[in-house]
Nanobody, 131 residues
Framework: EVQLVESGGGSVQSGGSLRISCTAS????????IGWFRQAPGKKREGVSC????????YYADSVKGRFTISSRMRGREVKLEMTNLRPDDTAVYFC????????????????????????WGRGTQVSVST
């Protein structure tokens, strides 16, 4: 069973930076898609960024391209999201999620959505950006 624990997050002013981390255990297969989803109050959950731990392929939502950077260490046991130039509309609870990854899919296929295909989830960490 994959277990995910998020850390980091917090509050920052617009234009600031934050880092959130996901520590994963129970990764027994060669390739996982691990990434970050976020949900703001009153909005649907959306995929922010994901990485495949075996191939290293990466997905970013258009809204965060050029501002967020995802990285993975120890074959997915540590996944970080560096967030820069944060905006108030980045305010949300950020969830780490994981699923086994098939090479028949692209990382965008599994990450660009609400994460319905992901079967392991962390509890989430709050990111708040003020004006």
């Amino acid at each position: 069973e994959v277990q995910l624990v998020e850390s980091g997050g917090g509050s920052v002013q617009s234009g600031g930076s934050l880092r959130i981390s996901c520590t994963a255990s129970g990764l027994f297969f060669d390739d996982y898609a691990i990434g970050w989803f976020r949900q703001a109050p009153g909005k649907k959950r959306e995929g922010v960024s994901c990485i495949s731990t075996g191939q290293g392929t990466i997905y970013y939502a258009d809204s965060v391209k050029g501002r967020f950077t995802i990285s993975s260490r120890m074959r997915g046991r540590e996944v970080k999201l560096e967030m820069t130039n944060l905006r108030p509309d980045d305010t949300a609870v950020y969830f780490c999620a994981a699923r086994m990854f098939s090479r028949r899919r692209t990382i965008a296929d599994v990450c660009s959505g609400a994460g319905a295909e992901f079967d392991s989830w962390g509890r989430g960490t709050q990111v708040s950006v003020s004006t």
